[in-house]
């Protein structure tokens, strides 16, 4: 099984979200918002918690965390209409992989909604047989890892990841991870390296999932 990470793996949608939260917490407090999309870029692939610790840390607890839970409900509608930017080479080869019969899913650790909004705004509910969110299970991404190969029968899987703690993540569930070095950060000794997306069926071959 293929499991992919989706902010800076699959696509950038930072505008989309800085344009979405600058919206709803201005309409929430009244107060304009200059949220940037590099703010939320270096902010992918952390908890909506810890987002909202980063970027709104001028509003007092718990309110911070009330406003970043109708950033987020806002968000999901905003991207499912506007979408983001799919990386070069991310729906041909998708295609290719499911064609091919390779069981794939998606785990971020995003509010629940984002990835379904993610599926919708690029049609692609017909690629991904399983996905999990932070926000809708609860746990983080080692676990839901775990989760999603455990309910889809999957006795081994390889991660797609942008960033260290993707990497992390995929050790602490016990598979290898594949670093998409196009997206936002860095990962230390993965088991391959994307130059870009249309490399992963080679990399895939490489280690033994195809």
């Known amino acids: 099984m293929v499991i992919f990470d989706l902010d800076g793996t699959l696509w950038d949608s930072a505008v989309s979200v800085a344009e979405s939260w600058n919206i709803e917490i201005e309409r929430v407090t009244g107060q304009a918002s200059r949220l940037t999309a590099d703010a939320i870029r270096r902010n992918m692939g952390r908890t909506m918690n810890e987002i ?7 509003f007092p607890l ?15 509608a905003y991207i499912t209409e506007h979408g983001g930017e799919l990386f070069e080479g991310v729906r041909e080869t998708l295609e290719e992989l499911k064609a091919q019969g390779v069981q794939m899913a998606i785990v971020s650790n995003c509010q629940e909604g984002y990835v379904p909004a993610f599926l919708d705004s690029m049609d692609m509910r017909g690629i991904f047989d399983d996905y999990e969110e932070w926000g809708r299970s609860g746990f983080l991404k080692a676990e839901n890892i775990r989760l999603v190969m455990e309910r889809n029968g999957a006795d081994k899987a390889v991660y797609v990841g942008d960033i260290q703690k993707d990497a992390d993540a995929s050790a602490k569930a016990g598979v290898p991870c594949i670093f998409a070095s196009y997206g936002f950060g860095h990962i230390e000794e993965p088991a391959a390296v994307l130059e870009r997306f249309s490399d992963l069926p080679e990399a895939l071959r490489k280690l033994g999932f195809m």
């Open 52 to 58: 909202a610790d980063d970027v709104m840390g001028g």
């Open 62 to 76: 718990p309110f911070r965390y009330e406003l970043a839970r109708k950033c987020e409900v806002f968000e999901n």
